[in-house]
């Protein structure tokens, strides 16, 4: 325990030393022994007046030199969905609660690659907080994107030694808002004069919202995997198609053709069918699943998906060990001794309904016309936002954008395994070379990609840091010999 006079001297030395030994994670409970990089969790202030500060946890790269890596800052959506508790717990980063209580080294983190900084936001999601109570009621898209901002250019200032870092911005399903708008932000931050620019230098957006009227379609898609009848494929394209489903709910206006399409959905793909992966199991254990609750109307975007690699109780495991009171302060949380359990999504905040409906798309033209490249990714059995749909915005942009494909949509490589499929475009935007943009899917992911293909996700990862497409190998050999007719009839005689 850092003694309460240590954390006032290094307060008032802040003006040396930046950041204050309160913040250092000594140690998590149940943490494996022989880490070598350092963690930080705390709290930055967004705004003084209100009392808003956002909670975050900082994993430096495991890299005896990590400031030499990249910076990327991660976002969860929902929107209000924790990214320490998806991101950081069961997605990509270092550690994972295991069954013992015990914390397992997660081989697939992301700080191989990178230090990677987790923030909760926007306030109201997990840790973070107003000391306003009207703060928590009506917030949106833009109020996040600006809360954001203020985040990074405050964290800088405690964490100077990373403002030469590259910085990249990532993130997952909602995060399709934030990250894109946070993104016009900073650019538009870098043009003032007299401030030292921040280093962006590209995008990553797993499984994003991005257009409500294209991205959350997925009828095609649960029929094409067989989880629904032709009869509903027809109702879904006649009477309610998901788009309208979605905003009807929003606006609390369900109309009884929705809802009988919405009752028959889960009649046929039935209640222990993950609307976030087809292929998930349950977790049928008995402790903590009756603890997370109701999500809740907004969370319908972003909501806990199980594990087919693994228990699929992670999630159980991740809101017992954020809520133990010993784990808390380690990680300096809960400062100010919250009226509510930490959860996954939502907490108090009522988010503004109708940004959901927002269409990102232009935004996503005039990033990729300064130049920042742009990942999209997708988990191909994902059914809330669908890969087929986000490969449909792929393409518009590069239509609109007049890019040219840089490569054949084909296979790309996890090691010797295929990772998934991918195809990148690039060109000359207002006379500005354009690298590229990528479109990828991610074999056997889900809503949330390194949840359940991590293997995969930290391969397009690195790609995505060395600004390059996923690799490619070379299968010239193994494709002409499928193609020989004599060599495709002799293997489907072996098939029957």
Not at 148 to 164: C, D, T, V
Not at 174 to 186: D, K, V, W
Not at 194 to 218: C, M, Q, T
Not at 324 to 340: C, D, G, I, R, S
Request: net charge negative; with cysteine; aromatic share 10%.
């Amino acid at each position: 325990m850092v003694p309460i006079w240590l954390c006032i001297f290094t307060i008032f030395s802040s003006f040396l030393f930046y950041k204050t030994s309160c913040e250092l994670i000594t140690s998590l409970p149940g943490q494996p022994p022989n880490i070598i990089f350092k963690q930080y969790s705390g709290y930055i202030i967004t705004n003084s007046q209100h009392g808003r500060s956002l909670f975050y946890y900082f994993v430096e790269a495991d890299s005896e030199n990590a400031t030499s890596l990249p910076l990327t800052l991660w976002l969860n959506g929902g929107p209000g969905c924790s990214s320490v508790g998806f991101g950081a717990f069961m997605e990509h980063g270092p550690f994972q609660p295991g069954k013992d209580g015990r914390l397992i080294k997660n081989k697939y983190s992301w700080n191989l690659e990178s230090n990677m900084l987790y923030v909760e936001s926007p306030i109201g999601v997990g840790f973070s907080y107003s000391n306003t109570s009207s703060d928590y009621t009506n917030w949106d898209d833009v109020a996040t994107a600006k809360e954001n901002l203020q985040f990074i250019l405050n964290w800088l200032e405690k964490f100077p030694e990373y403002k030469n870092s590259e910085l990249f911005l990532a993130g997952e399903s909602y995060a399709g808002h934030y990250i894109p708008q946070l993104t016009i932000l900073l650019l538009d931050y870098n043009r003032k004069p007299n401030v030292k620019p921040i280093k962006l230098k590209s995008i990553a957006l797993g499984n994003p919202l991005l257009d409500l009227e294209i991205s959350v379609k997925s009828s095609e898609y649960l029929w094409s995997h067989g989880a629904i009848s032709d009869e509903l494929l027809t109702m879904k394209r006649t009477i309610c198609n998901e788009t309208r489903l979605l905003l009807e709910s929003i606006h609390n206006n369900m109309s009884n053709e929705c809802s009988e399409v919405w009752e028959l959905t889960n009649e046929e793909m039935g209640s222990d069918t993950d609307m976030g992966d087809l292929l998930a199991p349950i977790c049928v254990s008995s402790g903590a699943a009756g603890q997370l609750g109701v999500l809740g109307t907004l969370a319908t975007i972003h909501k806990k998906d199980v594990r087919k690699i693994g228990d699929p109780c992670l999630t159980d495991r991740i809101n017992m060990y954020l809520n133990k009171p010993e784990v808390q302060k380690a990680l300096h949380a809960n400062t100010t001794h919250l009226p509510y359990a930490w959860d996954f999504c939502l907490g108090h905040l009522q988010y503004q309904r109708g940004d959901l409906a927002i269409n990102v798309i232009p935004l996503l033209s005039n990033i990729l016309k300064e130049n920042i490249q742009v990942l999209l990714y997708s988990g191909d059995q994902d059914t809330k936002i669908p890969l087929t749909q986000t490969r449909k915005i792929a393409k518009l942009l590069a239509r609109d954008l007049k890019l040219v494909a840089l490569d054949k949509y084909g296979p790309w490589y996890d090691d010797m395994q295929i990772g998934g499929w991918s195809q990148s475009y690039g060109g000359v935007i207002e006379g500005k070379n354009v690298t590229y943009l990528t479109f990828a899917t991610v074999r056997g992911a889900a809503h949330e990609v390194p949840y359940t293909s991590p293997s995969q996700a930290l391969t397009l990862f690195r790609a995505f840091l060395k600004g390059q497409p996923p690799s490619r190998r070379n299968n010239t050999i193994r494709a002409n010999k499928l193609h020989n007719p004599i060599d495709m009839m002799n293997l489907f005689s072996i098939a029957i």
